[in-house]
């Protein structure tokens, strides 16, 4: 892990040197910003390889920034940890809405913070596909899902879906009638070791079936066990 930049954003400066301190201490070179415009500057500039980011950030909060960086394409495989005083699951909920890859709640270990860092500093990043590689398009049900272009039209409306919600969207309807168990939808949207409750999958679908609209009751429940997309009729 040695070597590897990390880009603090705290506004509070004794955490912001307690976790500056810490990440040094364990062979990071650390980056810092006090505000969210300033993280989205240095973030786009630097590529930083992993951002530790505070949700409450004065002006633009870190929620904003991190569906900001999440959904572009020059930082959106920037891992980020959320870093919050507020440890209820809301909190946590739409932190991972938003796509962020981990959060750690105030007050905090510094030996946790440095081991949760590391551990999504080892999980696989998800590389983009070769320039002349093409993905299949998925058609269903008058949905068309295009991930050489991350875009999704329905009967050629276009849908504004985050990162997360185009890869579960994507996943469920590359495989029509399949059966789902939340924590396969996790492992395969986000990766192995991701945290997750319950509720925080159920509020993704909730979220994406409202932007599907209509279309929205393609994915359905399966009670008791999880989720799938309407089969191919």
């Not at 955490?15 to 415009?37: H, I, W």
Request: proline content about 5%.
């Amino acid at each position: 892990m040695s070597g590897k930049t990390i880009l603090v954003v705290e506004d509070e400066e004794d955490v912001l040197e307690l976790l500056r301190y810490n990440l040094d201490k364990n062979g990071f070179a650390v980056e810092t910003a006090t505000s969210g415009e300033e993280a989205m500057d240095k973030a786009r500039r630097m590529h930083p390889d992993l951002i530790l980011l505070d949700i409450m950030l004065p002006g633009l909060d870190g929620l904003d920034v991190c569906k900001v960086l999440k959904r572009h394409a020059d930082t959106e495989r920037i891992p980020i940890v959320m870093v919050t005083a507020k440890g209820d699951e809301a909190d946590i909920v739409a932190g991972l809405e938003v796509g962020a890859d981990d959060y750690i709640t105030k007050p905090f270990s510094p030996r946790v913070l440095v081991a949760r860092v590391k551990a999504v500093l080892r999980r696989p990043a998800r590389s983009a596909p070769p320039a002349d590689a093409e993905v299949q398009v998925v058609r269903a049900h008058g949905v068309e899902i295009d991930p050489n272009r991350h875009r999704v039209t329905i009967k050629g409306r276009l849908v504004d879906l985050t990162s997360t919600e185009f890869r579960l969207l994507h996943f469920l309807a590359s495989r029509p009638g399949w059966v789902f168990t939340r924590y396969q939808i996790v492992d395969a949207v986000h990766g192995q070791d991701y945290p997750v409750t319950d509720r925080s999958v159920d509020v993704q679908i909730v979220g994406l079936r409202k932007k599907l609209g209509a279309a929205g009751k393609l994915i359905e429940t399966v009670r008791g066990v999880g989720y799938r997309f309407k089969d191919v009729d």
